[in-house]
């Protein structure tokens, strides 16, 4: 499995306010991802990393920003919850950012938010 | 229209037996095509890459359809373990951007 962890594993925490989700990963690998995944629908990119300070938006990347100061730490943080935003959150990594048969995205164990 | 669409399932399969479902995708630009497995409250984990030429890793086959924009997975001898949720992902971009579908579940029955 990819050396890749997240934390907290499960969080509880109250409309407005501000909550920081940490992806850490061992594999020295340039481009990192957030996603949320919700019942009925696939994995949502919110934002991704192509090196250290490199991000850039996903597609539902409102409410979110983030930050990466170290290859092996990408932060997501969420200014001022809201309840739209109880979700399960992934963090993902790959080698290279061109996806091909042989390189692909692997996930870390993921991080379930609720925002009462 | 969603990009990546999968009957949500469940596909209810005895033990022993064969199993197949569908992922239709709408970028025809699309040249990545990944099945990935999801069990119950745990990361996606990759279970194979869909080949052009289609490809098979032990009980599982995978195809590619461009002409028609799909792809399919065939699980044969179903095992207990097998029972997960199967996400159809296609790439959305050559940047590594991937579309996932909802999944299909399969549930395997004793």
């Known amino acids: 499995d990819a050396g890749i962890t997240q934390s907290p594993r499960h969080k509880v925490t109250e409309t407005g306010t501000p909550v920081t989700l940490r992806c850490h990963q061992t594999?020295?690998?340039?481009?990192m991802y957030w996603y949320r995944q919700d019942p009925g629908h696939g994995l949502r990119l919110i934002h991704y990393s192509y090196g250290v300070k490199d991000t850039d938006k996903g597609e539902v990347s409102d409410g979110y920003s983030v930050s990466r100061s170290k290859t092996e730490d990408f932060l997501l943080t969420l200014e001022s919850a809201t309840s739209s935003q109880t979700s399960v959150y992934f963090c993902?990594?790959?080698?290279?950012?061109?996806?091909?048969?042989?390189?692909?995205?692997?996930f870390g164990p993921g991080t379930r938010l609720t925002v009462l | 229209r969603k990009e990546v669409e999968q009957d949500p399932g469940p596909f209810n399969v005895p033990e022993g037996a064969t199993v197949a479902f569908n992922c239709t995708y709408s970028n025809s630009a699309s040249q990545s095509f990944f099945w990935y497995r999801q069990d119950c409250r745990k990361e996606p984990k990759l279970l194979m890459s869909v080949y052009s030429s289609g490809n098979e890793d032990g009980r599982f086959t995978a195809q590619l359809n461009r002409a028609s924009q799909y792809i399919s997975l065939l699980i044969r001898d179903s095992k207990l373990s097998d029972s997960a949720t199967y996400l159809c992902?296609?790439?959305?971009?050559?940047?590594?951007?991937?579309?996932f579908g909802a999944g299909t579940q399969v549930v395997v029955t004793p």
């Open positions: 594999e020295n690998h340039r481009y």
């Open positions: 992902v296609v790439n959305k971009d050559s940047w590594g951007k991937l579309q």
């Open positions: 993902a990594i790959s080698w290279s950012p061109r996806t091909s048969e042989t390189d692909t995205q692997y």
